[in-house]
């Protein structure tokens, strides 16, 4: 056998293009062809340095100038293909390639060179099927990921996401970047204060009470005491321990599919928990309110009255020491409360001796548009507000403001520490996105975008009869779907399905409510305008096809 081998011809090499020269030169030539007539070039090219660095690495400055030469290979290819056109214009093979480089050259150009880079850098790590088959080794099997094909997020930047490959995604679902992903005044904020120093409250220091003043500013009064801890559980944990110590009663009211965090005080305040897989069901000592949700529930929008209404179910409950509800639901399905609600249930549980706190983690900061804070639109004032997500931006932070008088009843002697409540970091952090908000009239905006969005959004149901309703305020919005009007059938399969669909063309939004058939759409705050087109178009086309 090998001599018959070697007797035959079994290929040729052409070393008529052999030089000496960069490396790096053969893949961009390889990936300039590749990438050819790709709907993802970028996505195309990454893979190709993902495949290539398994066998050899590449240095940092072969990768910062291999996007550069992938163009430059592709516009040397136009000009000689152009001028031996020109020589012999009978010979079809010449322009085999013109086609496809005309098609994708100008997407390829428009890519941001520092886009491309970071892609390339990336294409070095895992790739999210890895990286997931990694998690599951050695992360708690209940810890969810979104979408049926997860995505590796490596960079973040206002209201917009990047994979590994570069690819760029529209953020229409995360409402803790609140002031945008990376936003730089306060990433300066966090690092320059994290140079200096780091500590606690047992230590003086100013913007400790200078934030706390910013903050009250923002709240009516009597509010005037705060407290800084590092998320909405523990924010939420302290109103309860609040409520509790100035009441000296244990019994909470509750709306149904609320959810308030995830301690074990939490998960028994939490309907969507205790009720949902896993739960044990409702603690003796804690109540639950029917959802006041006017599309679906008992009392609809074609009723005046329906807030109150829903209020009288408040009285049901004997000696309740709070009432904790969020503002406008959320994981209800982003509820838009009827008029009147919280006013009335207030009214109620106050004059049975309760304490009304308003839980604002999803809501604050002029996400609702028409107010800084979700109450605000229901013209109450509650006795405990709890703001978390939003007010740090990313960085773990979260407040309870109360009265005094709510304030001098917990001061029963026992101390209240929170290590990184409050700390030097916190504060600064605090302070720069409170700065920022007011700055870029971050509520103005949100009213704005989102009157557009809601615009967009509404001319769907006559289109497609899968949806619903289409409800919100500001940058906060649901989208019900439901398989049948009539019997408002809940589409949740669909649901699920829509938000992968939008997921594969780039755009990033979620599911809630009790039945996860409502589109929750909640973005960054600098989403703009033509985001919002692009948005629904794109849901448009999902649900056409
Ligand atoms: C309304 C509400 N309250 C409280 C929490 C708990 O906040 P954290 O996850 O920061 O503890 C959440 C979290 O999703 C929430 O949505």
Known sequence: ??????????????????????????????????????SDPLSAAASVVRGYQELRPLADDEIASLFGLVLLR????????????????????????????????????????????????????????????????????????????????????????????????????????????????VVQAAAEQMLVLNTNT??????????????????????????????????????????????????????????????????????????????????PWVHVLPLPDTYRGKFRRDDPRAGEKYAEFARHVRNPGAFIAESAPSVGGQIILPDRYLASVYAIVRAAGGVCIADEVQTAYGRMGTDFYAFEAQRVVPDVVVLGKPIGNGYPLGAVITTREIAASFDNGMEFFSTFG?????????????????????????REVGDHLLAGLRALPDRHPLVGDVRGSGLFIGVELVRNRETLEPATTEAADIVN???????????????ENVLKIRPPMPFTREDADLLVRRLDDVLSS
């Open 202 to 283: 047992r230590y003086l220091h100013d913007r400790l009470a200078l934030f706390a003043e910013r903050l009250i500013a923002t709240l009516p009064d009597p509010l005037r005491v705060c407290y800084f801890v590092n998320s909405g559980s523990e924010a939420n944990e302290l109103a309860l321990r609040l409520a509790r110590a100035h009441t000296r009663r244990r019994d909470v009211v509750v709306l149904d599919a609320a959810y308030h965090g995830n301690t074990t005080t939490l998960v028994d305040i939490s309907p969507y928990k205790f009720n949902g897989p896993g739960g044990e069901g409702a603690q």
């Open 1 to 38: 056998m090998a001599s018959a081998f070697r007797r035959k011809i079994t290929g040729i090499l052409d070393f008529g293009d052999i030089v000496y020269s960069y490396a790096i030169a053969d893949l961009a030539i390889a990936i300039a062809y590749v990438v050819l007539d790709k």
């Open 422 to 446: 409050g700390s030097t970091v916190a504060c600064a952090v605090g302070l720069a996105v409170l700065d920022v908000v007011e700055e870029e009239r971050l509520q103005s905006h949100a």
């Open 74 to 185: 592709l516009c040397t290819s136009v000009c000689v293909a152009a001028r031996q056109q020109r020589q012999r214009p009978d010979d079809e093979y010449l322009s085999v390639s013109q086609g496809p480089i005309a098609a994708t050259l100008p997407a390829l150009a428009a890519i941001d060179f520092d886009v491309a880079e970071a892609a390339f850098r990336n294409a070095r790590g895992k790739t999210p099927e890895e990286t997931l088959a990694a998690r599951r080794r050695v992360i708690g099997p209940n810890l969810s990921v979104s979408y049926r094909r997860p995505v590796k997020i490596v960079r973040g930047w206002m209201q917009y996401l990047y994979d590994q490959a570069g690819r760029q995604y529209l953020d229409g679902y995360n409402n803790v970047p609140h002031v945008g992903h990376s936003h730089p005044r």
């Open 501 to 515: 669909a939008l997921r594969d063309r780039g755009i990033l939004i979620g599911t809630d409510g009790p039945f």
